[in-house]
């Protein structure tokens, strides 16, 4: 059986995919879907750099503005919503393109991981869920996951609560450590035909990219965008509510920090975010890097784009 075609354009956060990517499904009948775990929510526009509809084009995209911000969200439900994406994009004849900064969620579609043995009973979840509300439970997880899982610590960030609960959760389930789960995982095979780029950039023009969109994101309306959220009824604790900006802007409106001090820290987070996401990629197997220091413009990155498909 033949695979189908499947398209990922993805990098680090403001290395300029929104543009490319219109370029790209324009020249190749293709739609889009988001693979952001934050343009999903609704209402939450200037914080996630989300497209507006004027710039998309007449291209159409998928995952963007589906959930309410209360909502859950992770990578399990993010995979079963881009497969239905997907499977109406195919039905078009269209090319499905696969755009977004978080890796994670483009290997589960792209590998089509299995997730079923982490769920089930979520009593224990919760229990760690209560441990890292405390002040120094957060901390004490991270150990205890370096104490049964040293190779998946090594890859989550410390503060990364949800990904370090997950990871304790299925060793507890399985008693087997969820690194191991992930390399079987990603040695599979894809179903699809896939062309995988990343895009990037010297590090110090990435860095002022992220400072200048920061900049923007507040002359923009960030704080608004916040405080609306906030009046709805959102809490800090909400999926949502930890995204980079949010979170900060929070601290700022609940008068634990200055506005400077969490622009300052936005910046910040996101540079290291940024980094985060690099380094994730450069593990990732048939990848076509695309550095914007050799290209002119979209147009010529576009051009090389074509002649690698």
């Known amino acids: 059986m033949e695979k189908k075609k499947l398209i990922i354009l993805t990098g680090p956060t403001a290395v300029g995919k929104t543009g490319l990517s219109i370029r790209l499904a324009k020249a190749l009948n293709g739609s889009i879907i988001s693979a952001d775990s934050m343009q999903v929510y609704q209402y939450m526009d200037i914080g996630s750099a989300k497209i507006r509809p004027e710039e998309m084009d007449g291209v159409d995209h998928y995952l963007i503005d589906c959930l309410k911000p209360w909502e859950p969200f992770n990578v399990v439900i993010f995979q079963q919503m881009a497969r239905q994406a997907m499977a109406q994009i195919y039905a078009q004849e269209k090319i499905p393109i696969l755009v977004g900064g978080t890796g994670f969620y483009i290997q589960a579609v792209l590998y089509d991981i299995d997730f079923t043995e982490n769920d089930g009973d979520t009593a224990y979840r919760r229990q760690l869920e209560a441990m890292a509300a405390t002040e120094a439970g957060a ?37 087997r450590p969820i690194s191991e789960h992930n390399l079987e995982q990603r040695a599979k095979e894809s179903p699809f035909n896939f062309s995988y780029f990343v895009l990037t950039d010297d590090r110090e023009k990435l860095y002022a990219r992220i400072d200048d969109r920061v900049d923007q994101m507040i002359k923009d309306g960030l704080v608004e965008e916040v405080r609306s959220l906030l009046q709805m009824g959102c809490e800090r604790s909400m999926t949502s509510m930890q995204g980079l900006g949010y979170k900060e802007i929070i601290d700022y409106l609940t008068g634990e920090i200055t506005l400077d001090e969490a622009i300052y820290r936005i910046k910040r987070d996101t540079r290291h975010f940024a980094k985060r996401q690099i380094t994730w990629f450069k593990w990732e197997r048939d990848v076509a890097w695309i550095n914007r220091r050799d290209y002119e413009d979209d147009q010529t990155i576009l051009k090389a784009i074509l002649k690698l498909l």
């Open 139 to 175: 901390a004490e997880l991270y150990n205890i996951l370096k104490s049964v899982d040293l190779k998946a610590a090594q890859e989550i960030h410390p503060h990364n609560t949800k990904r370090i609960v997950r990871a304790l959760e299925f060793y507890y389930q399985t008693n």
